[in-house]
């Protein structure tokens, strides 16, 4: 996609992520963005003004108040002139400093007086980004309005392994594109009732162990948000997991796949559509122990007995107005088992995805294949959840 004519202000803040920056520039550039850098003192420490003045083929804004040089109101200028502001990488000091309004260097007062859309690639150690005043910051500017690439999972600079690694170039690089390219959404969804499941469930061992998975129901709370988006009355079922309802869905709280499936069953006889996200448990513990099962050296042995198939059971009850989109999560023979499963349940679409370093269970990106009776399988590549929601549902919206 084209960017010639928008300028594009990209702030970057002391963290070792600062290397990956001059190749989101170059991109920025490439597609003819102009491109305007702002570093924070701590920023040049890890990489020189120099590089990004010689990518972004214009002077590095980095002082207040720079000594010798006319600067007049040249952070109003910054703040109001580019289209999008982007802050990558984007420390836990910056997060801390927008949320509460200190302007204290060159890019925090742009930002503070920033006219337009900031959108921003927080980069930190595991244990910055988990700390409760980081994760406030953030949800208090998510609130705000301000965009979010939010940051990966995987191998940090300091060794530590976790969430907290930046965003990669490119993966920013489209969340700024489709920003730019984003039309203003019709509500084609208005009038229409959506029934979205997300998460594990937990299925009991004894009154303190359960049986679950890896899912974090993030790409349900997020197909959910995008159903609202688009105007539809949004029932939103979910296992135990650690987000916050998107604002506007009526939340089903379940802990379960029996409880999931009663509260499914129930809640679909009038939905138009329902979307299976959610990865309810396959086997559950034949019986609960009463007790805290006491640890002994013998080995354990537990009787698993499969659970219901929500999905099977919903494609039996599912009439010709109503519609059925499941999810598969394949290790193998993934479109073979997807197709297999499409047929099988009697679903109107599958979405195919597969446990990856930035797919599947656990992150903030996916990458997914849909398949839909008599029709070729499309690719949906590497984007935010958000973003592959989004473009699930415009697939969903024509079945209805
Ligand atoms: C080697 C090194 C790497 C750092 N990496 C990060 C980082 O990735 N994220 C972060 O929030 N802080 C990081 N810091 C700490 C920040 O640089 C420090 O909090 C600084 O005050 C941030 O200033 P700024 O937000 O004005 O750029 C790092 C510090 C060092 C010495």
Redesign the pocket.
């Given at each position: 996609m084209s960017l010639k004519g928008k300028k594009i202000a990209v702030g970057?803040?002391?963290?070792?992520?600062c290397y990956k920056v001059p190749y989101l520039v170059r991109a920025l550039r490439k597609a003819e963005a102009e491109v305007v850098v702002i570093m924070?003192?701590?920023?040049t420490?890890?990489i020189t003004p120099l590089t990004l003045e010689t990518v972004s083929d214009n002077p590095v804004a980095i002082e207040m108040f720079p000594d010798g040089e006319y600067v007049s109101t040249r952070h109003i200028d910054l703040a109001e002139s580019p289209d999008l502001h982007v802050i990558a990488?984007?420390?836990?000091?910056?997060l801390g400093?927008v949320a509460n309004g200190i302007c204290d260097?060159l890019?925090?007062t742009v930002i503070c007086a920033a006219a337009g859309p900031v959108m921003i690639a927080?980069?930190?150690?595991v244990h910055?980004w988990a700390n409760p005043i980081t994760q406030a910051n953030f949800e208090r500017l998510k609130e705000l309005g301000y965009l979010f690439v939010d940051p990966g999972e995987g191998e940090m600079?300091?060794d530590d392994y976790g969430v907290?690694r930046?965003a990669e170039p490119d993966v920013i690089f489209d969340a700024i594109t489709a920003f730019f390219s984003r039309k203003p959404k019709k509500k084609v969804l208005t009038g229409k009732r959506f029934l979205v499941t997300a998460g594990a469930t937990h299925e009991p061992i004894d009154p303190v162990r359960f049986i679950t998975n890896r899912s974090s129901g993030r790409m349900g709370y997020a197909l959910a948000e995008a159903a609202v988006a688009l105007g539809a009355e949004t029932t939103l079922i979910s296992g135990p997991v650690s987000l916050k309802p998107p604002p506007g869905v009526k939340l089903i709280a379940v802990e379960s796949t029996a409880e999931m499936a009663r509260a499914v069953k129930r809640e679909f006889k009038t939905s138009d559509c329902l979307i299976m996200a959610a990865a309810p448990a396959d086997y559950a513990p034949v019986s609960r122990a009463g007790q805290k099962i006491k640890k002994s050296s013998d080995a354990l042995k537990l009787d698993l007995s499969p659970t219901v198939d929500i999905l099977r059971e919903v494609g039996k009850l599912k009439r010709d107005d109503q519609r059925v989109i499941g999810f598969a999560l394949e290790t193998e023979n993934g479109l073979a088992n997807a197709r297999r499963k499409l047929k099988e349940k009697n679903l109107d679409m599958i979405v195919l995805n597969s446990p990856g370093e930035q797919t599947g269970f656990d992150h903030d990106t996916n990458a997914v294949t849909v398949l839909m009776p008599g029709k070729r399988p499309v690719y949906i590549a590497l984007a935010t959840k958000k973003v592959i929601s989004g473009k699930l549902l415009d697939y969903v919206a024509r079945l209805l």
């Open positions: 970057l803040t002391g963290g070792i992520a924070t003192e701590a920023a420490k890890f990488p984007a420390t836990a000091n910056l400093k260097d890019l925090t927080p980069a930190m150690n910055m600079a300091c907290g930046m």
